[in-house]
């Protein structure tokens, strides 16, 4: 079989190897004088092994190195690739159908994917939603041609392309101007590898003094976006003596990365003098209470009932069309004052309606 260039070669090796259930990558290359390609081969993603033997891997991963000898060797002559050589032993089991979409080679997003995916975000639609839409769009996440942690780096990309520089340093400025105005303006900025600022965080002085007052109980809220870049905008508010919300500082991030999360919650920690709170409330998100158990070991963790409430309409979505348990549920939300009222209500909630074994509850 013969092709005019290396993109064809290479596309036609991966559609094979897709087919057949395993991924590639490229090998070895041989150039003449003039740094012509003359040689080419495509190995199995399985090819060699990795450096650290050392370390057990206990979850199954379809990229893991086996050692498979399995390759395609182009040859090229007057322009012309021609396969030379083949080898189709693989030493291992080739991926199932349906995790295919999972073999690093085969995954891509593609532009009008990429588009939707764009829109969704800067409509201030969460990226897992849009990849869920897509997916259902497409007939299922096997269709997709593309894993979640995908479109969260392409996002994550796309965002970094987008905070320009004129505008970051305009940020920067505003900041040193408050610092200048009041000697206990705090920030911090977090940059990634290529000095790109990716995490912005800040507080000014009377934040510091109500933290100090009332930072015993905090609630801490990811659901607003801004608007030109999209960053989260993530801000700790207390409650005084008056019971009026306080802000005691705020933050933009690029992700909601359990990397992401630690470094403003260590940041929050320095800013305020490494004070540590007691209570603090979050929706359910399963990187931002991993950073808290890395940062705030110490501090009950809570969800807030808000989100407990909107999360529970779809796995209550039966239910919540009878009167009766939407008032039962509603008082253990917000009508019970102690915690036996509580126990009492919810135990004859479960009895009234049979729910012993209900998962979610």
Not at 119 to 148: C, D, H, Q, W
Not at 193 to 221: A, E
Not at 237 to 253: E, R, T
Not at 314 to 321: D, I, N, R, S
Request: some cysteine; aromatic content about 14%.
């Amino acid at each position: 079989m013969e092709v005019c260039n290396e993109v064809q070669a290479y596309n036609l090796c991966n559609s094979y190897a897709l087919k057949k259930g395993f991924s590639i990558r490229k090998g070895n290359i041989q150039r003449d004088a003039k740094n012509n390609i003359r040689q080419r081969d495509y190995l199995c993603s399985k090819q060699g092994f990795y450096d650290d033997l050392c370390e057990v891997k206990t979850v199954h991963q379809l990229d893991t190195r086996t050692g498979c000898r399995a390759l395609i060797r182009f040859t090229v002559d007057d322009g012309v690739w021609k396969i030379s050589h083949i080898n189709s032993d693989h030493n291992h089991e080739f991926a199932k159908l349906e995790e295919r979409q999972f073999l690093k080679s085969g995954r891509k997003i593609q532009k009008a994917h990429a588009n939707v995916m764009s829109s969704m975000v800067e409509a201030g639609i969460r990226p897992t939603k849009s990849y869920s839409y897509l997916a259902k769009e497409v007939g299922g996440y096997e269709n997709v041609g593309f894993t979640k942690k995908d479109c969260l780096n392409y996002l994550h990309r796309k965002k970094e392309e987008l905070i320009e520089g004129g505008d970051a340093q305009s940020l920067i400025n505003h900041f040193k101007h408050k610092q200048a105005e009041d000697p206990n303006f705090f920030y911090s900025v977090q940059v990634d590898q290529c000095t790109r600022m990716m995490n912005f965080f800040w507080r000014d002085g009377r934040s510091k003094l109500d933290y100090d007052c009332f930072g015993d109980v905090l609630c801490f809220d990811t659901t607003f976006r801004t608007n030109k870049y999209n960053l989260i905008c993530a801000p700790f508010v207390g409650v005084n003596h008056h019971w009026k919300n306080v802000l005691l500082d705020c933050a933009f991030l690029l992700d909601e990365s359990t990397k992401s999360f630690v470094w403003l919650f260590e940041t929050f920690l320095e800013s305020m003098g490494n004070k540590h709170l007691i209570t603090i409330f979050t929706d359910e998100d399963k990187a931002m209470a991993n950073a808290i158990e890395i940062v705030f070991p110490q501090t009950r963790h809570r969800l807030c009932t808000w989100h407990i409430a909107k999360n529970a309409t779809q796995p209550l979505a039966g239910l919540y069309t009878n009167p009766e348990f939407s008032n039962y549920f509603n008082k253990c939300f917000y009508g019970c004052f102690s915690e036996s009222e509580f126990e009492d209500t919810w135990d004859h909630m479960i009895k009234t309606f049979k729910l012993e074994n209900h998962s979610w509850l």
